[in-house]
């Protein structure tokens, strides 16, 4: 949750200060770069579709994770072409450990558009990347930053921490500085030429040492230059709460259920009761026994799987309503606390 600071005291700004501030960063990055694939050192061998991938990886997904799944998803789709010819199954298998499966799917169909729209080739305008399926803001600058080399602002969570932390003292570390400031801060700092290498820099510094909870200023290269170094009281930001079963995120469950369908072979399909089976037992089950007062247990499955349904994730296929007569009318909709058995698979898309 961004929070911005009423009680921050801007630092003037000058250009002295920005040069000796472009020098820090990009002197300490010279010898402590963290080494991905993705970030070729030599900038004619950088590959924009392995750019487009990772920035969507990263978006959710930690850089570990990531750095051992990327060659894995690049030898299976090596281009836009392969990866826009995958159907929902085969993409959601590929992407299995990555986690936000509905990700893969718009990514997918990102690389359809490329595909008919731009030849294959991935576009380098802010405008026409933005105009293509689950590209922000940020993915857009990022894809024109480090895998075009344009001269332009890149500003994620991260960078925004960092940003605000050198623009002004915060007083804890959940404070930010108003949005207006980060941006013409961004637009400002990073020197032309430089731009991928600088927010590499900026997003390297924001993961090893400016981190959200306690900051590690006494060895950050900034610590001369930041007026919120060593200044912040350490407040935890408190998380909105988000739907659960029984303590347990929605968004786990889901991920349970597609990790299950990913084990299927070809067409082959799975009841749903064989998947509650599956996903209630052990100790994970034990957390079920409880009733929960707001919605019986098979009226929180039906709507996950619906969930998945509407994301495209799976096929809900013969849908059956106990002590009913047997329908194929998927488009049945069934009462939230109805008991029903109904078969699954990977949606084929
Ligand atoms: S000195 Fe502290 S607050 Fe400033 S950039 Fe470094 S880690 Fe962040």
Redesign the pocket.
């Known amino acids: 949750m961004k929070h911005s600071t009423s009680n921050s005291k801007p630092k003037a700004a000058s250009a002295a200060s920005y040069q000796r501030l472009q020098r820090e960063i990009l002197g300490w990055y010279a010898h402590h770069a963290r080494t991905f694939f993705w970030r070729e050192q030599d900038a004619q061998l950088i590959d924009p579709y392995v750019v487009l991938i990772s920035e969507v990886m990263l978006q959710q997904t930690q850089t570990s994770r990531v750095q051992e799944k990327l060659p894995l998803f690049l030898t299976e789709f090596p281009n836009i072409a392969a990866l826009a010819a995958a159907d929902n199954a085969t993409i959601i298998k590929a992407w299995a450990g990555m986690g936000y499966n509905s990700r893969a799917l718009r990514l997918r169909d990102c690389a359809r558009v490329i595909q008919e729209r731009h030849g294959g080739i991935i576009p380098t305008l802010n405008d026409e990347l933005l105009a293509l399926p689950g590209i922000g803001a940020y993915t857009a600058s990022a894809v024109l930053a480090f895998a075009f080399h344009h001269d332009v602002a890149v500003l994620d969570v991260n960078i925004r921490r ?1 940003y605000s ?2 623009l002004a003292t ?1 007083p804890t570390t959940r404070d930010l500085a108003d949005e207006s400031s980060i941006q013409a801060f961004a637009e400002k700092i990073y020197p032309r030429g430089e731009s991928s290498r600088w927010h590499q820099a900026v997003m390297d ?1 924001g993961a090893l ?2 981190t959200a909870r306690a ?3 006494m060895s ?4 001369e230059v ?1 007026p ?3 200044t ?1 009281q350490e407040v935890r930001k408190v998380k909105p709460p988000e739907p659960s079963w029984e303590g347990t995120p929605n968004r786990i469950w889901r991920g349970c259920i597609v990790q299950i369908l990913r084990g299927l072979e070809g067409d082959a399909t799975i009841s749903s009761d064989e998947i509650l089976q599956q996903l209630f037992a052990g100790e994970v089950g034990a957390l079920f026994e409880n009733n929960n007062a707001e919605m019986t247990q098979d009226a929180w499955f039906l709507m996950v799987l619906r969930g998945l349904e509407r994301d495209g994730i799976l096929e809900i296929t013969a849908p059956r309503r106990v002590g009913s007569h047997a329908s194929g009318d998927t488009s049945e909709v069934l009462p939230h606390d109805t008991l029903f058995s109904c078969s699954l698979r990977l949606s084929k898309g």
């Not at 950050?220 to 610590?223: E, I, K």
């Open positions: 960092v932390r050198l915060m510094i040492f400016c900051p590690k200023c950050c290269p900034l610590h930041c919120s170094a060593g912040m």
